[in-house]
Every structure is written in structure tokens, then in C-alpha cells.
Nanobody, 125 residues
Framework: QVQLVESGGGLVQAGGSLRLSCVAS???????MGWFRQAPGKEREFVAA????????RYADFVKGRFTISRSSAKNTGYLQMNSLKPEDTAIYYC???????????????????WGQGTQVTVSS
């Protein structure tokens, strides 16, 4: 069974940093990786994406210059380095996989067929 498992969330003060990880297990497959987040009462929104090879990345405007998406050389682990965190970054962060278009960096939730369980990020002011 294919699974994505996130880790690394927690409580941090404004201006601090966190690094989220997402590990894929269960099968060998190629996929583009995306990170999304959902705050209470809000829609799940796109944060960042990286292609299978890692050469292409895409970011939501509200995280540009603060967050960096990457993946391991083995490609089965992805990361979201989050710096200069703000209280409005508080949300559950989800890792997602796009197996249909592994070389893409799509922003649409519907493009992703694999989802992790989410990890809570809380930024205090």
C-alpha cells in the first residue's frame, strides 16, 4: 500500500523555522510532490510543489522567499523548509503526490492522487 507520511510539525514563535518531511513508502513509483495547507474554516490551499527530478519548483506567492521545497537524491523523501514563520502560517500541512504527471509542478488539489495525514504547524505571535 502506497503511503505518504509527514513529520516535523510543531509549535514555533513568529520568526522561527520548521522543517517538514514527507516520506513515501509501499511501492516504487515516480511522482511530483506538493505541499498544501488548511487552516481552520478555510479551504486547503497550495503551498509549493517540486517535480520528480527536483529541477522544477513552484511556490504560492505568500511563501516565496520564506519556504523552500526539496527532495532527497533517492527522491522518496521530500522537505519543506519554512523560515520567517508568521502566525498566519498556522495550519495543518499536507504532503501530496502526483503520479499521473510526475514532471509537473501543478497547484491544483485535483492533480494529486496521494495524500498524507497532515502535520500541525502552529506559529505563536
Amino acid at each position: 500500500q502506497v503511503q505518504l507520511v509527514e513529520s516535523g510539525g510543531g509549535l514555533v514563535q513568529a520568526g522561527g523555522s520548521l522543517r517538514l518531511s514527507c516520506v513515501a513508502s509501499g511501492s516504487t513509483f515516480s511522482y511530483a510532490m506538493g505541499w498544501f495547507r488548511q487552516a481552520p474554516g478555510k479551504e486547503r490551499e497550495f503551498v509549493a510543489a517540486i517535480s520528480w527530478g527536483g529541477a522544477d519548483t513552484r511556490y504560492a506567492d505568500f511563501v516565496k522567499g520564506r519556504f523552500t521545497i526539496s527532495r532527497s537524491s533517492a527522491k522518496n523523501t521530500g522537505y519543506l523548509q519554512m523560515n520567517s514563520l508568521k502566525p498566519e502560517d498556522t495550519a495543518i500541512y499536507y504532503c501530496a503526490g502526483n503520479r499521473a504527471r510526475p514532471w509537473s509542478t501543478n497547484e491544483g488539489r485535483g492533480e494529486y492522487d496521494l495524500w498524507g495525514q497532515g502535520t500541525q504547524v502552529t506559529v505563536s505571535s
